[in-house]
């Protein structure tokens, strides 16, 4: 089993950043994906960026360029983060953490990010 904790949500202005946070636990393989998806009100939930266990990274057309995708250089925190700048009113939404091992994917329970002024 695993545990996703993410952080690192909250309010902040257009054209201001923020960082998420995902921390994993538990049985860890060395061998994942770690994902992050967005679900706006009344919307179906998008794929942002996913970082393979072999260091790739992809992204969204919608954040390309804007959000950047990471982890921790200490593997045995099992931690990545996601870069937000230049937010837009557009990106607010429940932000969610995914992390896929062999066998099952695991989801964190979500952190809301809001963009308005």
């Known amino acids: 089993q695993v545990q996703l904790v993410e952080s690192g949500g909250g309010l902040v202005q257009p054209g201001g950043s923020l960082r998420l946070s995902c921390a994993a636990s538990g049985t860890i393989s060395s061998i994942y994906t770690m994902a992050w998806y967005r679900q706006a009100p009344g919307k179906q939930r998008e794929w942002v960026a996913t970082l393979t266990s072999g260091g790739n990274v992809n992204y969204g057309d919608s954040v390309k360029g804007r959000f950047t995708l990471s982890r921790d250089n200490d593997n045995a925190k099992n931690t990545v983060y996601l870069q937000m700048n230049n937010l837009e009113p557009e990106d607010t939404a429940v932000y969610y953490c995914?992390?896929?091992?062999?066998?099952?994917?695991?989801w964190g329970q979500g952190t809301q990010v809001t963009v308005s002024s």
């Open positions: 995914k992390r896929w091992q062999p066998g099952r994917d695991y």
